[in-house]
Structures are given as structure tokens and as C-alpha cells.
């Protein structure tokens, strides 16, 4: 097994090079208006998860915005192993960001730009986060993203400071809600257990992002006989509810213990969750990498 470099290797607009000394140009739009979309892929025991259905949810933030998508399905793929093979890395996430180009500083650009791609990997145990076993505190927050959250924009100032809230309130996520519903938390998605052992989630739509965990989770739910309903729930049925859970790539799953301050139901992870994640780490390691 090769070790790590002691300088993580990125790709950074068609070359890998040590991202200590990785530069983008100073005109790039997505330093200048964010002007770009992004995705981010789970490594576990060097095997990329969901790798497929990130590719296309990247695929369609890009059509989302009029990018033409640089590479095609094996390119990108190839991309991705020899970053992961360059930084040894056997469990950690890889990010892939794709920015309309590099022009003078104007809201309307050139229609010929060339798209800057950018992938860098995080070396990270995502399957072994001690608040798998402890459960987590969540906080709710008014939504205050742009109207097109289904796609996985660069833009994301407002989970920044929503994050950094959380972390004031010694919380590790946000909630966020709109029109008394909650949308989804600033990096995930949402989860409750009803005390009749419905598994409720918001409903896809342009208020929230179609996480790719997400629906991994939704597929293996549904495989075991739990009663699924997709529609909006609000802060009051969440902590009324028998358990709790949020879901992303860099975390996997995670159980909601705490939201604001107050306990959701005996205030541990609960059976539901323990079972989908357990599922879930399966479904992983037992089944080929799905590109």
C-alpha cells in the first residue's frame, strides 16, 4: 500500500500538481461570482461511493447553468482514480468543482469560455464519525439560500454562516425551514421517523438538493419493507418524532438527538437509523463500485 505525499496532489485545470502550489487565475468566475457548481464523492476502502449518480447530478448542476460538461463519464472516472491513487488515499471524500472560465470581470461572458475544472481529495475516515454512536445536535435556522438549490452550487455563503451558527450554538448541523417546513440542513438532507414508523423526508423540488445518499438510503429502506413518505414536515412533528437523521457524502448518516436544545424522543440513536446505516456500510462494501 502506497503512503500518502506529504503534499496532497490535486488536479487543477488539466494538470496534477501539489496543492500547496495549485494557483487559479485571478479572473476565474467561480473566485469572482461563485460562478460555478461542484460535487463531491465518499471513499471507503478505496471504493467510491455512489460515484455514478454523482456524476450525474454534476452532469445535470452543469446543463442547469449552461456549462457544457468538460469531460465525458470515463474521463472523469479517470480522473478520479489517478487522484486517488497519487494521494493513497483509501478513505476520504474527492471534490470535483467546474467554473464557467476565466474573463474580464462582467456579469455576461463570452459564450466560448473554457469550463476550469479543479478535483482535490480530504483524507477522512467518513464511516467511523464518533457521532454515528452519540447521536448529534441540530439547530433550525430560516433558509435564506437562492431559489435554486437543486443544484450544487459554489455559492454557499449562506451555509457557511448558517454553519458557523451551529457551531456557536455547539451544534453540528442546521435545520433550515421555509414557510414552517423544514427544507433540508446546510450540507444534508433531513430525515425523521414517525412514532408510527414512517420514514419521512421532503419531497424533491427546487428547494432542495436530490441528494445522492439520499436516495441510496430511500432504495434501502424501501428494499426492507419501511414505509416511506416523501412530503414536507415541520420543526414541531421533528421533535415530536420517534427518531431522527440527517445524510450526505461526507457524512454518510448521522442521528439527530438534540434539535435546539430539546431531545428527540429518548434523546439516543435510535433502531431505524442504526439499520439503514448498517444497510447502507453493506451495501458498500459487499456490492461492485457503481460508476
Known amino acids: 500500500m502506497a503512503s ?7 488536479f487543477v485545470r488539466g494538470q496534477f500538481v501539489p496543492r500547496d502550489t495549485a494557483t487559479i487565475p485571478l479572473m476565474d468566475r467561480g473566485f469572482l461570482f461563485g460562478d460555478g457548481v461542484y460535487e463531491v464523492t465518499a471513499v471507503i476502502e478505496r471504493r467510491f461511493v455512489d460515484n455514478g449518480p454523482h456524476l450525474d447530478r454534476l452532469d445535470r448542476s ?11 463519464r470515463a474521463e472523469w472516472i479517470g480522473i478520479e482514480c489517478e487522484l486517488m491513487r ?9 471534490y470535483i468543482q467546474v467554473t464557467r472560465g476565466v474573463a474580464e470581470r462582467d456579469f455576461l461572458f463570452p459564450p466560448d469560455l473554457a469550463p476550469s475544472v479543479v478535483l482535490f481529495a480530504q483524507n477522512r475516515r467518513v464511516q467511523h464519525n464518533p ?3 452519540k447521536g448529534a ?19 454557499l455563503l449562506a451555509q457557511v454562516l448558517a454553519k458557523r451558527a451551529a457551531a456557536q450554538a455547539n451544534a453540528n448541523e442546521v435545520w433550515m425551514t421555509r414557510d414552517g417546513h423544514i427544507t433540508e440542513g446546510a ?24 441528494g ?7 432504495r434501502i429502506a424501501d428494499q426492507a419493507g419501511l414505509a416511506l413518505a416523501e412530503r414536507p414536515f415541520t420543526r414541531d412533528e421533528a421533535l415530536g418524532a420517534a427518531e431522527a437523521f440527517y445524510t450526505s457524502a461526507s457524512t454518510i448518516a448521522i442521528p439527530v438527538t438534540r434539535i435546539d436544545g430539546r431531545p428527540v424522543a429518548n ?10 446505516y448498517d444497510q447502507y456500510m453493506q451495501h458498500v462494501l459487499e456490492n461492485p463500485q457503481d460508476f
Open 86 to 94: 497519487r494521494n493513497a488515499l483509501d478513505n476520504g471524500l474527492i
Open 62 to 72: 452543469l446543463r442547469e447553468i449552461g456549462i457544457a460538461n468538460p469531460y465525458d
Open 131 to 133: 457521532l454515528i454512536e
Open 137 to 155: 445536535a441540530v439547530i433550525t435556522l430560516p433558509d435564506q439560500r437562492w431559489a435554486r438549490c437543486d443544484i450544487k452550487s459554489t455559492s
Open 212 to 218: 445522492v445518499t439520499r436516495r441510496t438510503i430511500m
Open 4 to 10: 500518502a505525499p506529504e503534499t496532497p496532489i490535486a
Open 267 to 276: 434523546g439516543r440513536p435510535g433502531p431505524v437509523f442504526r439499520s439503514l
Open 187 to 210: 450540507s444534508s438532507t433531513a430525515f425523521i421517523v414517525t412514532p408510527d414508523g414512517r420514514l419521512v423526508t421532503r419531497t424533491l423540488s427546487p428547494a432542495i438538493l436530490p
